[in-house]
C-alpha cells in the first residue's frame, strides 16, 4: 500500500502555500484517498524553530498533503487522518523517531480528537522525551531568531531616520515563510 504514482505536482502560490496540478493518489489498507488537483497546501506545518529537523517538505511531502486534505475535508476522523499519516511516513521510508515526533505534533494539533484514555498515554510517551531533546535546539533557534529579528529592527530603524524606507517594521519570523 502507498501513494501511486510519483512525486506531488506542484505549483507555487506564493511564500508558504502550493497548489497541485495533478491528483495525488495514496492507496490504504482498505481504501484509496485523492487529493484532487487544485488543492491548496503548505506541504509540513513546522514551526521555524524546528526546520533544521524537519523542513516543510522531504520524503514525508505528500503524507502531509494528504493529512492536510484529511483533516480539512473530514473525509476520516482526526484521530484515522493522524494515523494514516503516521503509516504514509513508514511507507516513505521516514525514520522511527522522526515519524513518531511528526506523529505526536500532529495529534497535538488536532487537540487529541478522538483519543481514548490509552491513546493520551501512547501519545505522553512519544511527546514527553520529544520535548526533552527539542527544548534546547528549540531555545537556541529561538533566540537566535530573536536577535536576528532586533538587528532587521535596527536596519529599520536607521532607514527610517534616513528616510529610505516608508515600510512597516519588520515583525519577528517565528513560522515558516
Known sequence: MGFIGGGPVVEELDAKFWRLTEPLTYQG???TFTVPAGFRTDF??????????IPR???YTRAAILHDYLCRTGEVGFADA??????SLHEAG???PRRWMMWAAVRLGSRLRGARAVDVLGWLLIAVPSVVFLAVPVLVVTA???VF???EVGFWVVGRIAHRTVEPPPSPQMKTA
Do not use: K, M
Not at 509540513?44 to 529537523?53: C, E, F
Not at 493522524?82 to 503509516?87: A, L, P, T, V, W
Open 29 to 31: 489498507a482498505v481504501e
Open 44 to 53: 509540513a506545518s513546522v514551526p521555524r524553530a524546528l526546520v533544521w529537523l
Open 57 to 59: 517538505y522531504g520524503a
Open 82 to 87: 493522524d494515523g494514516i499519516f503516521r503509516r
Open 94 to 96: 521516514v525514520s522511527v
Open 144 to 146: 537566535a531568531l530573536l
Open 149 to 151: 529579528w532586533i538587528v
